[in-house]
T-cell receptor, first 114, second 113 residues
Framework: GAVVSQHPSRVICKSGTSVKIECRSLDFQATTMFWYRQFPKKSLMLMATSNEGSKATYEQGVEKDKFLINHASLTLSTLTVTSAHPEDSSFYIC??????????FGNGTRLTVT | GENVEQHPSTLSVQEGDSAVIKCTYSDSASNYFPWYKQELGKRPQLIIDIRSNVGEKKDQRIAVTLNKTAKHFSLHITETQPEDSAVYFC????????????WGAGTKLIIKP
């Protein structure tokens, strides 16, 4: 079945540094990728929708300059958390879709900013 | 825009009993309703989905029912087992080229031995 690989699974960084999270579709071409943030015991919060070759569409309240999304190819999207702060600590999950297929999720990245 | 409400937030059932989780949606244009299971610290996994052209879909112990008129859909798990313990999310979407899911708040299902 379709596989989405997300790396790293865990990252700890110091406040003020930037962190890049990669999301790859391993066996299909993802026309659309989504990035979510999930707080403990809460639902997934959509941050942005990313279409290959075009700028990401950010949800209201999500700072596009802080959460940089790049979808350079049909198999790779990256989320960069710039100048991370402790309040950015969270679980970030990507998902990908090819055409009209269901969504497939990455394993998520646990970000801890100290 | 679409809004999805999910109840209950926590559900505790005896092993072997059935569990039912309910969701309502607001946008009558929504036509795709998946259910995801998420274990702690792991990715959501699609367990079953239903399109608006059918009223019920079943896969072994799991079934989903959809009432388009009332705009609600439910997840039914029969003969529950300890491994069914997880958080379950419903979602609604209009099945277009962008396919953005609107998520319910989640239900923590606890299976008591």
């Amino acid at each position: 079945g379709a596989v989405v690989s997300q790396h790293p699974s865990r990252v700890i960084c110091k406040s003020g540094t930037s962190v890049k999270i990669e999301c790859r579709s391993l066996d299909f071409q993802a026309t659309t990728m989504f990035w979510y943030r999930q707080f403990p015991k809460k639902s997934l919060m959509l941050m942005a929708t990313s279409n290959e070759g075009s700028k990401a569409t950010y949800e209201q309240g999500v700072e596009k300059d802080k959460f940089l999304i790049n979808h350079a190819s049909l198999t790779l999207s990256t989320l960069t958390v710039t100048s991370a702060h402790p309040e950015d600590s969270s679980f970030y999950i990507c998902s990908a879709r090819a055409g009209s297929s269901p969504l497939h999720f990455g394993n998520g990245t646990r970000l801890t900013v100290t | 825009g679409e809004n999805v409400e999910q109840h209950p937030s926590t559900l505790s059932v005896q092993e072997g009993d059935s569990a039912v989780i309910k969701c309502t949606y607001s946008d009558s244009a929504s036509n795709y309703f998946p259910w995801y299971k998420q274990e702690l610290g792991k990715r959501p996994q699609l367990i079953i989905d239903i399109r608006s052209n059918v009223g019920e879909k079943k896969d072994q112990r799991i079934a989903v029912t959809l009432n388009k008129t009332a705009k609600h859909f439910s997840l039914h798990i029969t003969e529950t087992q300890p491994e069914d313990s997880a958080v379950y999310f419903c979602a609604a979407s209009f099945w277009d080229s962008n396919y953005q899911l609107i998520w319910g708040a989640g239900t923590k299902l606890i299976i008591k031995p």
